[in-house]
């Protein structure tokens, strides 16, 4: 099981960006996917989550209305776009895949990526 995250990088506040995951090893669409992220001394905060199959999302209150979740399991890929970026979105952006179907409320993960880092100048 293997999640590698991509497309992190520097922007100015009010930018966008778009981070990736590629999954392999396990079948991608049985499983709901997180998105976690973890800034500079700080715990590991739950930012979104995308459920298998019809795709039922949810959001951290600190990014809803600008960020966005999505998946195209033909790809095994996970998305998130970034809109409207703050400085205080400056984190390691890490996806997890949850050992469930649906998300249940808890950030339980089986698997995450190595992270890719997002930062936000103001």
């Known amino acids: 099981v293997e999640l590698v995250e991509s497309g992190g990088g520097l922007v100015q506040a009010g930018g966008s960006l778009r981070l990736s995951c590629a999954a392999s090893g396990f079948t991608f669409s049985s499983y709901a996917v997180f998105w976690v992220r973890q800034a500079p001394g700080k715990g590991l905060e739950w930012v979104s989550v995308i459920n298998s199959g019809a795709g039922i999302t949810s959001y951290a209150d600190s990014v809803k209305g600008r960020f966005f979740i999505s998946r195209d399991n033909a790809k095994n890929t996970l998305y998130l776009q970034m809109n409207s970026l703050k400085p205080e979105d400056t984190a390691v952006y890490y996806c997890?895949?949850?050992?469930?179907?649906?998300?249940?409320?808890?950030?339980?993960?089986?698997?995450r990526g190595q992270g890719t880092q997002v930062t936000v100048s103001s």
């Open positions: 997890a895949k949850s050992p469930r179907s649906s998300w249940t409320g808890y950030i339980v993960y089986d698997c």
